[in-house]
């Protein structure tokens, strides 16, 4: 009884644990491998340039793929699992099961990094903060950032932290401010 009693009380903080440190994790490695593409791209072409010919999102599925495939899926031959398109969403998978989303709206290029790509999501942009996170190609310095990175963290939390998840859109900024540590009281990871 009282080993039983020990366990449930200690099993939920492990579980907790293990998910904060595999999210922190991804994120982490997610932006050091992407950015590292981009730094090979850079060195094989020179200045990278996002630029789209249409300001809608239901036409540039082509362009977006362009995009990854020159400049970022090209580096990444030994840690896709698979890449695919859709109407306006360019989809690759990593080897460990996570993957990301490229989109365009006008000429900005959105990223949504999915912890887990087989996890269903109720819209094509829900950055919900628990499996969603939205980053962004930042074209001025050549990298691609957590959305909210240029943020204070106070917004970014104000941001993070609302209850709508199609809104959560700094999230992954957050986290980054904290040195890629799950704030103690984040609420989505749990």
């Known amino acids: 009884g009282?080993?039983?009693?020990?366990?449930?009380?200690?099993?939920?903080?492990?579980?907790?644990?293990?998910?904060?440190?595999s999210a922190e994790t991804k994120l982490k490695k997610f932006y050091s491998?992407?950015?590292?593409?981009?730094?090979m791209s850079i060195a094989e072409y020179?200045?990278?340039?996002?630029?789209?010919?249409?300001?809608?999102t239901d036409t540039n599925a082509a362009e977006v793929e362009e995009?990854?495939?020159?400049y970022i899926t090209k580096y990444l031959a030994g840690l896709i699992q698979n890449e695919k398109e859709s109407d306006y969403?360019?989809?690759?998978?990593f080897l460990d099961g996570s993957g990301f989303k490229g989109y365009k709206a006008g000429a900005v290029l959105y990223i949504?990094?999915?912890?887990?790509?087989?996890t269903p999501s109720s819209t094509t942009t829900n950055m919900d903060g628990k499996n969603e996170f939205l980053f962004t190609y930042d074209g001025t310095n050549k990298r691609i950032m957590p959305f909210g990175y240029n943020s204070k963290i106070k917004d970014s939390k104000?941001?993070?932290y609302q209850t709508g998840n199609a809104q959560r859109h700094q999230c992954a900024g957050?986290?980054?401010?904290?040195?890629?540590?799950?704030p103690d009281d984040y609420p989505w990871i749990r």
């Open 46 to 56: 020179g200045d990278i340039e996002f630029t789209a010919s249409t300001s809608g």
């Open 158 to 160: 104000a941001s993070c």
């Open 112 to 118: 949504f990094y999915r912890l887990n790509m087989n």
């Open 2 to 21: 009282v080993i039983g009693i020990v366990a449930a009380l200690t099993i939920p903080g492990l579980i907790t644990k293990y998910k904060r440190l």
């Open 33 to 39: 491998v992407i950015n590292q593409s981009l730094q």
């Open 174 to 182: 957050l986290i980054m401010h904290n040195g890629w540590k799950i």
């Open 67 to 70: 995009f990854f495939k020159k």
């Open 89 to 93: 969403i360019y989809n690759v998978t």
